[in-house]
């Protein structure tokens, strides 16, 4: 069922009235609402063993949240595995998911206890079998599109199939646990079918690899469910039944233990980041737009508004006779720090110095963006609440 | 004359010294080339007061060194304010530059000692005029292209001529001191003929404002003055000359007082980031191209590579036979975290892990404009040595 809402007035409520009294710019973000978006996909994904990917937001009461919920964590760099190993965390239930890594990260990560590691190439697979002896080994592939494709971006993570299947081969001959396969078909990936193509070749993968005498116990099918944004997706469950059917397809009865690392889909809809209009200006006394400048951007936790990519729902809270298309902009000197200057969004004609704008869904991938001290700004603040 | 080289073998070589045995990935910053190039501008403007824009790089050390040499200090937040004061500065070395404010950062600047605003709106005015009754004020305008142009990422700061000029009106009504008229042609700004055009206009406005009473007292001419990077460039005498010109042509013998807002072109070539090789990969066995993936990227310290808009001079520890071309990625599991994959690098084909990379003249913009904790990985230290 499609859906598009992402706060019910009820919950905006809330949010707006802890927002009381703290100055602005701050992050508010709802651990009840994160509890309810974990237990969402746990009933959506009833097949799929849960990794937090921490990157998405590592404040420590989001860790300590989902450590009590019984998630799993992957983790991106040895500095998240310490803070959520000293949050409790234990080692076993950490993935170490980022395949860019040298022989001392993997020593240190491997110390710690970790067991479970992604690949995509050789010298990180000999690597691995020098400095983490046994361990899990889980390849990560590039998807259809990924592999194909002109844009390259997608590129940088992941090796395709047939070096995947060698890898596999390899890491096997040198005492490493065979353990999976893994791909990621895109953040905020819209198009439920991306998973069947991946899948397919993670079909592909897994019975050339039985010709080999290895078998494949596990598929990592990555992050990517998408977070309620502007533009309209399908809701957790249909993913999850969709993703099940293609699983069904492909592996039938024999059915490898699944993995999945939401990040976006599980903290982004339950923080709202509360900013206010600094000033409102024309450039001409003709201009037919307003520049509406806030004292946040992307410097200080908006950096996915850069290129206009996530468009955020927005609510003033302000009400206005009427309204206005405007030019949203941050408060810094740096003219790439404007948010939206094509996707316009219309705010009241009276908005003025002091109002209060709550951008929406915005939980994911904003405080730990946020630069040092850009323009001299500090980074975002975080309040947590339990709506 | 053109130029072209940043470090000549000497300088580089110090650089290499005193990076050895830190752990990387660090900003080695030399305050004496800072010293060299503060010399190198007061020669070549010895007609202007030079305002360090702090933006590019507020480490301590710089603003007291800049302090010590007699420089004026650009400001874009009242952090940055208070950094500097903490430092010894006094209000009227200070120029708040941000045109984007409210009244309580007017009222915060004020009380500080600030007497000194850019602005370029009418609600600017009126609150400066309310809370800093009596300052200098000067209205920043669009420069020609920014004006005419399709690209509007430049309309973010000023306004238009005749805005400009009622504005000046404006402010004198309510009692401020319409000072001047500020610019900005565009950072790293290679085509000095672009200054000629913004002064005719600055010229145009000044006679306007003859006609209101109100001589213009300063021109602020921005920044915009080009660091070494890979690209062509004429060097700081030759902009000193040519501007002056272009000056001397407009304004002959009543000429205001001129004001510079270097950044870049102050810090870039002091520093030198050094960063360390994690892992070197192809995606297939008979991929064309290695992937090289270093401890440091976009969120890291070398944002300003995003879109590959600047291509550092990269230098390499690693005397290999012979060399090809590879794509430069950042440490992180963000796919948007790749320097370079269009404009490739050449590099030793036996380069591997643990040899160190050199980006020279990475002095700005570059330590202020890391992430937090991005994928968890600290921002970017910084040493500065007297080279």
């Known amino acids: 069922m499609p859906q598009q809402t992402v706060l019910d007035a ?17 992050l508010l973000f709802d651990l009840g609402l994160l509890q309810k978006k974990y237990h969402e996909l746990e009933t959506s ?10 990157k998405a937001n590592p404040e ?39 395949t860019i890594k040298n022989a001392n990260i993997i020593k240190y990560v491997y110390d710690k206890g970790v067991r479970m590691f992604a690949s995509d190439c050789e010298s990180d697979i000999r690597n691995l079998a020098a400095c983490a002896p046994g361990s899990k080994v889980f390849l990560r592939i590039l998807t259809e599109g990924s592999e194909t494709a002109d844009w390259p971006l997608s590129k940088k993570f992941g090796c ?31 198009d439920i079918s991306a998973w069947d193509a991946a899948l397919a070749k993670v079909k592909f993968i897994s019975d050339r690899l039985e010709t080999q005498a290895i078998s494949l116990r596990m598929i990592n ?9 502007g533009a309209l997706s399908h809701d957790l469950p249909t993913y999850g039944q969709i993703i099940k059917r293609f699983i069904d397809e492909d592996f039938g009865d024999k ?32 201009a037919l737009q307003r520049w509406v400048y806030l004292d946040v951007g992307l410097f200080g936790g908006l950096i996915e508004t850069l290129g206009e990519a996530i468009k955020y729902p927005l609510v003033c809270d302000h009400d206005g006779p009427s309204v206005q298309d405007v030019i949203l902009a941050g408060p810094t000197c740096d003219s790439m720090d404007i948010m939206y200057e094509d996707n316009l969004y219309s705010l009241p004609v009276d908005l003025r ?12 991938y904003t405080t730990s963006y946020c630069s040092v001290e850009f323009n001299g700004f ?10």
């Open 10 to 26: 009820e919950q905006l409520a809330s949010f707006k009235s802890h927002a009381v009294g703290k100055q602005t710019p701050f």
């Open 45 to 54: 994904f009833p097949y799929a063993s849960i990794y937090y990917a921490v």
């Open 60 to 98: 420590a009461a989001i860790i300590e949240k989902l450590r009590d919920l019984g998630s799993n964590f992957d983790i991106a760099s040895i500095y998240e595995l310490d803070k959520v190993m000293a949050l409790g965390v234990t080692a076993d239930r950490v993935s170490f998911g980022n």
């Open 160 to 190: 395709q199939s047939d070096l995947a299947v060698e890898l596999m081969v390899l890491a096997k001959n040198l005492g490493l646990d065979p353990y999976g396969i893994s791909f990621h078909v895109g953040s905020q990936q819209r």
């Open 221 to 229: 099918i990555g992050g990517g469910f998408p977070a309620i944004y």
């Open 255 to 286: 059915q490898p233990l699944i993995i999945i690392e939401p990040g976006r889909a599980l903290v982004a809809e339950a923080g709202v980041l509360v900013s206010e209009v600094m000033m409102v200006s024309r450039k001409s006394r003709d």
């Open 353 to 364: 110095e002091g109002d209060r704008l709550y951008w929406l869904s915005t939980g994911a």
């Open 378 to 387: 500090p980074p975002l603040k975080l309040y947590t609440i339990n709506g």
